[in-house]
Every structure is written in C-alpha cells, then in structure tokens.
C-alpha cells in the first residue's frame, strides 16, 4: 500500500522489516527462513541508523531500543520459539481471558493468580496427555469430514447441474491427467455444487457460487495453494464438488487463477507486495481441496498502475494474508463469518 508514496529507498528499507518479522511470527520455520529473517532484519537495523540518524551520536535518542531488539530476534526464535507464541497480543489476550474468569471479587488477584495456575496445570497435563483435551470442533450437519483437518461444508446444490464450457475443459483436463482419457470422455458435465471447505488453519474457504448473490460481504474465496511442493500460487474458487471415477471419489474445488506476481516488485518489496492479474475464464483449474493451504484476501491494486500502465494494470489485484495464522487456531477460535452461512 506504501508504494509510489514512500520514496523508493525508505520503502525498501520498510519491506526488509516486514518480511522479516512475518517470517518470524510463523507457526512452523524452517532454518533457512530464519537465516533468511536474520539477514533481512539485520539490513534493515542497519539501514535505520543510516536512513535516519546518519549514525551521529547526537541523534542517537531518536533510535528506539526495539530497532536494535529486531537483530535478536532470530537468535531467539531458535531458542524459544516462534514469537507469535509469546508475543504481545498473546499475552494481552490471556490476560483479558484470565480476567473474565475472576468471580471472587473481594479478593480478585488472589482468584487471578489461582485461576492462572490451574490453567497451567490443566495445560501442562494436556501436553502430557493429548487424549485429555476436549474435542470442541463438532462436524456440522451434512458436512463431510475429508480428513487431515479439511471438512467439505454446505451449502449444496439440490441436484447436479451442467457447468460452463470453460468449466468443462478444466475438469475433462484434470480427469484425463488423473485417470486418463477414456474417463475424460465418458465424464458427463454436470455436478453437485458445495459452498464450503474447512481448513486446518480454522479458517472457511467459500465459493463465488454462494457469495456472487450477497451484498456488503467480506469475500472470504480466495485462497493460497501449493501443490506436490510446487509454487505457491492464489485463486478464487468458484465451487467445490466431489468428482466420482470408477468408484473413486476426489474432493477438489474449480477455482479462477490468478497471474503470477509481478517480479519486479515482488523483489523491490523483499516479497512483500505481491500483484497480480485476474486470469478469470481463461484461467480456470481444478484443484484438490488439499492443496489449499490458507484463507487469503485478494484486493483491488490501484497503486500498480503508478509503475506501469501499459494493460498489465486493469484487474490487478494485490494479496493480503492474515498475520500469523496459527494464533487463531491456538485459541481454539472457528471463523466468525459463519454466524452468516446458511
């Protein structure tokens, strides 16, 4: 968003720091991505001093403790682990949680401390234990439980019905490539359309099937994917569906693609801005539902076209993950949005 309205060399210098701290705040990191976090947040401590107070000693106040913190961080994810578990919001959310539990009012930071401690003991018996934890997440009514965290919710359409042409020669593609081309042939092009996917992350991948008819909605179709250890590529899905061959069943989804990022960018930002064109009819694929690995916003890219503005810039769009998925999931938190869902 900064682009085109920083100039270039402070913003470079802000994109270091954000990628940096993003790759720390991960669930799970590798120790390439901490070297990789390490290198980017030392350059961008560095660059501080020099974009800023010119490493004089007489501005030194101007330089807050945490720009010389950040260089740490990657040291010390290594030794504590990832900071997303012992975080500022993470501490001000088990506050607040601790908060609400107090009912001694006379005495409230003596039932605050007790209640603190049996959270510990219950914490540390489940650790031991995993089988002691209670199951919360119910499977919904007519929903399908695929496994490995991943559950096919409604809505579902009320019978099978016939698909677009671009629809059919992506899913005749994806059959011929699966099971080969007899299958593809036989294939008939209809399908019972799904609204909904559950991802482990906690997160609802919807469908423009179900959203394309609501208003004032916040979109929640686009998602990340990344397949055999391929790319990481985003789409928007359309529906998902369950394809049946000789017997066996495939829960995948028919999804719009969109274009790679532009690399330019993409590189000037350390990987933080990623844009990129709507592909829309003509990029329409099947995928396995997974594959899906997030839940992503997709937004309208107005700031490209001050780069470029030769048609790459009509139907851009640029990504937005949610910061850290993993904290949701670790309290225990389903998506909010579906209070909506029929």
Known sequence: MLYGILPQKYYV?????????????????????????????????????????????????????????LSHMAGETARKGPGNIYSQWAMER?????????????????????????????????????????????????AIDLGDGFRLLGAQDSCSRSVRPCEEAAIRTYIEEEFGDDAAEAWYPSVVRWARARLPTGQTARSFWKEEHKIDLR??????????????????????FILTIDDELRYVAVASFYGPPDPYLHNLSSKTYWSSQHL?????R????????????????????LYRSDGSEVDRWFLKEQFSLPQADSTGSEDPMDVYDD
């Open 13 to 69: 210098h802000y994109c270091k720091g954000v990628r940096g701290v993003r790759l720390l705040l991960q669930d799970e990191i590798t120790p390439a991505e901490l070297i990789e976090a390490h290198v980017f947040i030392s350059q961008f401590s560095d660059e501080f001093e020099l974009l800023y107070v010119q490493r004089r000693a007489d501005r030194l106040h101007f330089v807050r403790p945490i720009i010389h913190t």
């Open 94 to 142: 088990t506050i607040g949680n601790l908060g609400q539990e107090i009912w001694q009012h006379s005495n409230p930071y003596a039932n605050l401390s007790e209640c603190a401690l049996q959270r510990c003991q219950v914490n540390a018996l489940m650790a031991v234990i995993p089988e002691l934890a209670p199951k919360h997440d119910k499977l919904p009514r007519g």
């Open 219 to 240: 979109t929640s179709r686009a998602i990340k994917i990344q397949a055999d250890d391929g790319p990481i590529k985003i789409a928007e899905v359309l529906y998902f």
């Open 280 to 284: 829309r009819d003509t990029g329409i």
């Open 286 to 305: 099947v995928v396995n539902i997974k594959d899906i690995l997030a839940v992503v916003m997709m937004g309208i890219d107005d700031q490209y076209a």
